[in-house]
């Protein structure tokens, strides 16, 4: 009897073991830390959901995507007043001009976007923001030009009209 005894209390004790290793790997996978390829996957309500606080820009009015960023308004404003502002451009409106707005993506001026009027990435975002009024204060209201940009939560960019409509993608 002593020798079944020991069998089951070795049993157990295997069991016991192979039970934690099997909680702990399943904690250690669960709290692992999404990439950003596999965060770019999810539905953007799981994006809302698991994107980091911070403040958050959206470039343009029906841009598809929502950028975190370090840079505060004022720095955004103050780069596209005296620094893309004042940049040498091609003749098909390029330069060589790149930012990253404090986001994690590279803005780069050489790519173009707007082969019609001739926009780089910059270019573009300069010139949307020049027709904002949300972004420059002395410019004239314009409906289908004025929209919100810079937001200092998540939250609040969520229940944005043009967010909620063209976000399709958070770049954390």
Avoid at 102 to 116: A, M, R
Wanted: aromatic share 12%; no cysteine.
């Amino acid at each position: 009897m002593s020798k079944k005894v020991t069998r089951y209390i070795v049993a157990l004790v295997v069991l016991a073991i192979a039970a934690t290793g099997g909680v702990f790997y399943a904690v250690a996978q669960h709290n692992k830390p999404l990439t950003d390829k596999q965060f770019a996957q999810l539905p953007i309500e799981q994006q809302f959901e698991k994107a980091p606080a911070g403040h958050y820009v959206h470039l343009l009015k029906n841009d598809p995507t929502l950028y975190r960023t370090t840079w505060s308004k004022k720095k955004i404003i103050h780069y596209l007043d005296y620094t893309a502002g004042n940049v040498k451009t091609n003749s098909d409106g390029t330069s060589s001009d790149k930012t990253t707005f404090g986001t994690n993506h590279t803005f780069d001026d050489s790519i173009l976007v707007d082969s019609e009027k001739g926009y780089g990435e910059i270019g573009r975002i300069f010139f949307a923001f020049r027709d904002n009024s949300k972004a420059y204060s002395q410019v004239e209201f314009v409906e289908e030009h004025a929209y919100n940009w810079y937001f200092n939560d998540l939250e609040a960019a969520q229940k944005d009209a043009d967010v909620s409509a063209n976000v399709t993608q958070i770049v954390r």
